[in-house]
């Protein structure tokens, strides 16, 4: 989302709220939402911070699925 990779992954990350908003405006027993971490840190993208992200997703329950690491 940020740094060298903010040309791709900010359109992906729009994509993916455009795609989660029509999902919602359809109605239905679930409401997603979209939860966006970025991989990189200072600019540069860090491994071991896309590592946390998804040990963040993975520990919480409320989560269904993911989208990435880009």
Do not use: C, R, W
Not at 3 to 23: F, I, S
Not at 32 to 59: E, M, R, T
């Amino acid at each position: 989302m940020s740094g060298g990779e903010a040309a791709n992954g900010v359109p992906t990350t729009n994509g993916v709220k455009l795609a989660v908003d029509q999902a919602n405006a359809k109605g239905g027993k679930y409401k997603y939402q979209v939860v966006v971490l970025d991989d990189a840190v200072n600019g540069i993208h860090d491994p071991a911070q896309g590592a946390k992200n998804i040990q963040q997703f993975v520990s919480d329950k409320s989560v269904m699925g993911v989208v990435g690491p880009f």
